[in-house]
């Protein structure tokens, strides 16, 4: 007997559960509040357990196809002249099991092109309401009629529905660390098309990446939390990144200008995400939405190998939700844990909080052995 699940997000990990739980004989239904995929969002990288998967889906040449080729991170003064410079992979990225970086628009999309043939994807729509029970979940829709599935899972990122639904409010689980980034795409690329070229004055981060041809600029600084905060507000985004670096953008002046007149723009607040289960019944998380370091912590590779172990879990274990549940957050804990002990070097490196730390960040990148 077939078993149905409804996954909540269309993004990497809900594509590549959906992937590999239609593979596995499921009835997969995906919904996403959204009504197509985005053009703003970070390059990110693949890599570790992450590799296996996606060779695994037959998707790997794909991928590669769209690497960026960017291997190489330069830390700029105001006028634009290089100070130091650190490798950040191999940019070739064509050995066997070499990691890779690729912008997120195309992993999603290559992602979700795999999914489409083992599952029904409705955009536009997002769950009203949960209600789990011994042998399945009740789910309303915002616009559609409501339906029972033996599984949901939410896959909807940092401000997860399904979490707020089921498990409890946003603030119970998500705390700010002390960070906001915003990344849009630009007009054009600073540096070589291999490297990133950035920016820094105290407390703040300009860079922009060639990714490919397709120029994105990320924009991040430290900030205590803002009252009133939205994560949806377009207009309130754009006021907190001009008063952040108005004045302070060296050679990069002109993406202000675009940020102005941007229509979409990712931005959020750097956050740390921490439950002490990612599963209630038969309702569970995957990805950001129960372990998210969100910017530093490998989220994308993580959400990749999380889905394959969720997948595998429930096809062995289809009628045991407990032990497929359990299971699969004991094994994929041990490669969460250890990213979200990250944030404190990983900000250090990109964004000093003080002139000092600046001058002894492009000091250590210059004495870096190979550098």
């Not at 530093?296 to 172990?309: E, M, N, V």
């Amino acid at each position: 007997m077939s078993r149905s699940v409804l996954i909540s997000g269309a993004g990497i990990g809900g594509s590549t559960l959906a992937y590999w739980l239609g593979r596995n004989g499921f009835e997969v239904t995906v919904v996403e509040r959204a009504t197509g995929q985005r053009s703003s969002g970070n390059p990110i990288d693949v890599r570790g357990p992450a590799l296996g998967v996606v060779e695994e889906m037959g998707i790997l040449p794909e991928l590669r196809k769209a690497a960026t080729g960017v291997g190489r991170l330069t830390f700029v003064d105001a006028a634009g002249r290089r100070k130091a410079s650190v490798a950040t992979s191999d940019s070739s990225g064509d050995a066997p099991g070499a990691e890779f970086e690729l912008s997120r628009t195309e992993l999603a999309r290559i992602l979700l092109g795999a999914a489409r043939d083992h599952a029904d994807i409705r955009w536009g729509e997002s769950i009203s309401g949960i209600t789990p029970g011994a042998s399945n979940v009740a789910v309303t829709f915002r616009n559609s009629a409501p339906q029972t599935f033996d599984y949901v899972i939410g896959a909807d990122g940092l401000h997860s529905n399904v979490r707020r639904l089921v498990f409890g409010e946003e603030r119970e689980f998500v705390r700010h660390i002390g960070m906001y980034v915003a990344t849009l795409p630009v007009q054009r690329a600073y540096g070589d098309p291999d490297e990133v070229v950035m920016y820094n004055t105290p407390g703040r981060s300009i860079s922009v990446h060639p990714a490919g041809g397709k120029p994105l600029a990320a924009l991040m600084f430290r900030s205590p939390a803002v009252p009133g905060y939205d994560y949806r507000a377009l207009d309130q985004h754009k006021r907190l990144v001009l008063e952040a670096f108005e004045g302070r953008t060296g050679s990069f002046g002109e993406v202000l200008d675009q940020v102005r007149a941007a229509e979409d723009i990712y931005f959020d607040a750097v956050s740390r995400v921490r439950l002490p289960r990612w599963s209630k019944g038969r309702v569970a998380l995957l990805g950001d939405a129960g372990s998210s370091l969100s910017l530093f912590g490998d989220g994308s590779s993580l959400a990749i190998a999380g889905a394959h172990t969720l997948a595998a879990e429930l096809s062995s274990n289809p009628d045991d939700p407990d032990t497929a549940l359990r299971r699969y957050e004991q094994r994929h804990r041990t490669l969460t844990t250890p990213k979200q002990r990250m944030f404190r070097p990983a900000a250090a490196l990109i964004v000093p909080g003080s002139r000092l730390g600046i001058r002894l960040r492009d000091t250590a990148v210059r004495l870096m052995p190979g550098v």
